[in-house]
Structure formats: C-alpha cells, structure tokens
C-alpha cells in the first residue's frame, strides 16, 4: 500500500490545489477578490444567520381562513348545480361545518341528491372510489352537504406544504442566499434569511396572499342597491382601487385564476404607465378566450386578494390568452407583483407569530467564538499526535491540515451554508480523522514489536487498521445523512460538515500519510520506524 503510485500522487497533489484555490477567497480581501482573473473560484462560504445575522420570522398558515373559503366555493357550486339542471331550491345556507339546501320540487328530489353526489366534490386520496365531499338527504326535501374528516385533514397539510414551497421562490426571487424555511408543528412555517437585515422587506413580499382571479362584474346591480345592501345571493361586494367606482358587485364565481398564469412581468400600458403584463396556460386561454367572446360590452374584473384592481370592458374576444393588469402602479410596485405572480399565490393566509433580527454584531462574535474553538481544537490534536507519534504525527497533521482546506473548499464550492452547528462539526471531522492516523500508527507499532521490517509494519499497519477506520466512518456517514434528513435549522448544518467530512477524512487520513511516508522511506530508507 506505500508503493507511490503516479495515481496516489495525482490525486494528492490535485486536492491539495483544489484545496488551497476554493478556499484562499475566503481569507481575501473583497478589493482583491474582484481583482482576480475570472477563471479563478471567488465563491466564498455561505454563513448561516448565526454567524452572519439575518432575519427570523415564524408564520402560522390560517388554515380555518383556507376551509371558509373552500366552504364557500362548495356553496356556490351547489348553486350552480342545481340552477344548470333548473332544479328549483332554497334555504340554501351555511350552519357551521354543514351546507343545507331544500328542494323545492319533492318529484326532483332524488335527482338532486343524485345529481350532487356526482358532481360535488374530488376523489379522496387514499380512498378508493371516495370523495372529499359528503352529500346526505335528511328527509323533508332537505339536503345536507359537507367536507369529509379526512378532507380537511389533508387540505390543511397541502396548505403548509404548498406555503413553503411559495416562500422558497418568492425569497429566492430577492436574492437571498440559502434561506432556511421549515415546517414546525402542524401549521407554522419557520423562516431563517441569513444576511437579510431588514424583516419588513421580506414580511412584505412573503405575507401576501397576492391571490389573482378575474371575475365579471354584476352589472344587474344598481349603486342603490349596494346602499340598501341587496346583493344577489351568487354575487359579492369587493372594494375598488381604481379611480371608477369605490365598490363592484362581482359574481363569486371566478372566471379564470393566478393559478393558471405562466408568466407575469412588469410592464407599460399604452400611455407608458407602469402595468403588470401576463400570460395563461392552455387551460387558462381557453377559459379566458371564452368568457371574454362570450361577454363582449361587459364588464371584466381583475381582482388581486379580494380588492378590483380595475374592471375593464371587454371589446372583443381575447384569444392569445395574454394581457395587461392596469392600476396606479409604480415601477416597484409592478415589478413587485410581477414577483408575487410569478411565484404563485399562497393557499391560505399567514400571521406573523415571532419575528428577530440578529444582527452582525452578534454574528461577528459567533465568528470569533467559533474560530477560536477550532483554533483550539486544531492545536490541541497537533499537540498530541505529534507528541505521540513523532515524524509521523507531523504527516497526520499535514493532512488534517488539507482536509480542513478540502472541506471549506468543497462547502465554498457547493455554496452550503456554513453554521455554528457546522464549525463543531468541523471539529469533530478532525478528531475522527485523527482518530484513524492512531488506528493505522498502533497497527504500525505492534507490527513492528512482532519483528517485521519498517517497510513491512508500516504497509501491515495501513491494510490492518483500513477494517476498523471503513467501520468508524460508515456509521458516522449513516448517523450524518439520518441527520441531514430528518433534521433541521442546526441541526441540519452540524450534519452537513459531518457528511463532507467523513469523505475528506478518509481521503486524507490514508492516501497523504501514505504519500508522504511512502516518500519517507524513499528518501531515508529507515532501519526502524520513528513511531517504534
């Protein structure tokens, strides 16, 4: 195993390059960092928002908001329903949990009751054949519908899920480097921004519905009807933030929504203001195209999180499935929105539980601690396998030194974010790869005062020892990943640098000792081993 081969050597001198180049920008001066060619790495390590300062926020999804609107649309498509087949009805209401409706005709009654069994609801996953909606007749020409258990078990769950994955992008969108976004609990979401000072600026792009729909306007309503308050029952009163009207009557039922869009970006309207241009999908097109052939002269609103963005009418079919949002927008505020669409709407309202700053002072001294501890660490080893194994100790300290350089390198590469967590993780990967120098030595020893010859203990120790360290490292490799997994927050960045570490120690721990003292022996031809 000491034999040199030019593969060994390769290796070692290219990870020793790797090393020193992915890690020198982080020790740089910026001015000079800026200065170097552009071929050469300038990626400097990502420090998590306990070494660097950032913001905190910690959100709960309002799923009770998400069940009343879903309660709501389920309302109105028993509406719907029953109206498309002329069913007479009425009493239809919300009590609580349960939507009631009465038949008016007793000789249909049946055939409501079929007819919304069939066409309510969607299928329920993990049910065969179930539906998320329940449909029962309670006699007296009364029908009682509501949402299954289950339904709004997992609604609630998908509402978490598709709220992460909505932050994630909107943060993204901001520039903002590794966020940390994670689920806590059944309903709140916890957000880490390193580097992002200022809470406000992400509280204002994360907490917006920013829930698109394009509704038409209920023109049968009189501006004396909205002050008596006699609004349709399938219509609903929005505030307006055009110049027009203070207030439209729309009819609940959207036409097309955000969710439909592939695009949105900032824009100018015909008289160069600020608009916000957007483009639907193939399904959204249809429907898009359609309503507006259909309703030409008529009034088409454009609604963002319950309030008019403007109400246009419609001049003549629009079949390209594109168009422009009007309002009185500013640059900012257009290319905001844009954002907003872009990343898609959340599925239900977040309120803002806890919200912190840790600011760069303290940043600055989790820095110092943890430099400071793994100095420490970093010495105390040197110390003691030097001590302990003389010349050899000295190589072992050669390669912790690279397997420091080959981590920070490799985390500076992969842009992983470095945490306080991490830095003990660091010093744990030292003390495992320390750990097989020992194992591999003592083997050396023992072979030696068993009577082989240096060349034949030393290559003796490294094949006897490699069981044990292969051991040593797969477990920790295990326990890392289960870690990395399963964990988060610091958790998560502790496991990070273990997992690197595992691979770089093993790197290190055997193929630069035996390098270097397969140099050794080349060069000094010992008659005994320094560690005898």
Not at 307 to 324: E, R, T
Request: hydrophobic share 45%; aromatic share 6%.
């Amino acid at each position: 195993m000491l034999t040199l081969s030019r593969w060994k050597i390769i290796a070692v001198t290219l990870s020793v390059v790797f090393g020193i180049l992915f890690s020198l920008p982080n020790v740089l001066p910026q001015k000079t960092l800026d200065a170097l060619p552009g071929f050469l790495p300038h990626q400097k390590l990502n420090l998590g928002l306990d070494l660097q300062g950032g913001s905190y926020l910690l959100y709960s999804v309002d799923t009770e908001a998400l069940h009343r609107e879903r309660l709501a649309n389920l309302t109105e498509d028993v509406r719907t329903q029953l109206r498309t087949e002329q069913i007479p009805f009425g009493e239809l209401s919300q009590q609580g949990e349960i939507i009631g409706v009465r038949i008016g005709d007793p000789a249909r009654y049946n055939a409501a009751l079929n007819l919304l069994r069939k066409n309510l609801g969607a299928p329920l996953a993990g049910a065969i054949g179930g539906k998320d909606v329940a449909v029962d007749g309670k006699g007296d020409s009364r029908i009682e519908i509501r949402f299954v258990p289950e339904a709004q078990r997992a609604d609630s769950a998908k509402a978490v899920e598709q709220s992460i994955e909505t932050i994630r992008r909107r943060i993204d969108s901001l520039g903002t480097k590794e966020p940390s976004i994670n689920r806590q609990g059944a309903d709140r979401i916890m957000i880490q921004a390193p580097g992002e000072s200022d809470p406000g600026k992400l509280r204002a792009v994360i907490g917006k519905t920013a829930k698109l729909t394009f509704q038409m306007v209920d023109e049968t309503v009189t501006p004396e009807d909205i002050q008596a308050g006699r609004i349709p029952p399938g219509s609903v009163l929005m505030k307006s933030e055009d110049q027009y009207a203070p207030y439209y009557v729309l009819k609940k039922r959207a036409v097309v929504s955000g969710e439909e869009l592939t695009n949105a970006n900032q824009t100018f309207d015909q008289n160069g203001r600020p608009a916000v241009g957007f483009a639907f999908n193939g399904a959204g097109s249809r429907k898009f195209a359609d309503a507006t052939t259909r309703n030409v002269g008529k009034k088409f609103a454009i609604v963002l999180d319950g309030k008019v963005l403007s109400a246009p009418v419609i001049n003549g079919p629009i079949p390209g499935g594109s168009g422009i949002i009007q309002g009185n927008f500013t640059a900012e505020s257009a290319n905001e929105l844009a954002l907003l669409l872009r990343s898609g709407a959340l599925p239900a309202p977040l309120n803002v539980e806890d919200q912190r700053t840790v600011t760069a002072e303290l940043g600055a001294d989790a820095v110092k601690a943890g430099s400071i501890s793994l100095a420490i660490g970093a010495a105390a080893m040197f110390v003691f396998v030097i001590l302990a194994y003389g010349l050899f100790g000295g190589f072992a300290a050669i390669a912790l030194v690279v397997n420091v350089l080959l981590i920070i390198g490799i985390m500076s590469l992969t842009q992983a974010t470095l945490t306080f967590p991490g830095i003990a993780g660091l010093i744990l990967t030292l003390a495992v790869a320390v750990d097989a120098n020992v194992l591999i030595y003592e083997r050396m020893r023992d072979e030696a005062n068993a009577g082989r010859t240096p060349m034949a203990a030393a290559d003796h120790g490294y094949k006897l020892a490699m069981t044990s360290i292969l051991d040593a490292n797969i477990t920790s490799l295990i326990s890392g990943m289960i870690m990395f997994g399963f964990g988060s927050g610091p958790v998560k960045g502790f496991a990070w640098t273990l997992v690197i570490g595992v691979f770089t120690s093993l790197f290190t721990a055997i193929f630069i000792t035996q390098v270097l003292i397969g140099w050794w022996f080349k060069a000094t031809k010992p008659k005994k081993l320094p560690i005898a």
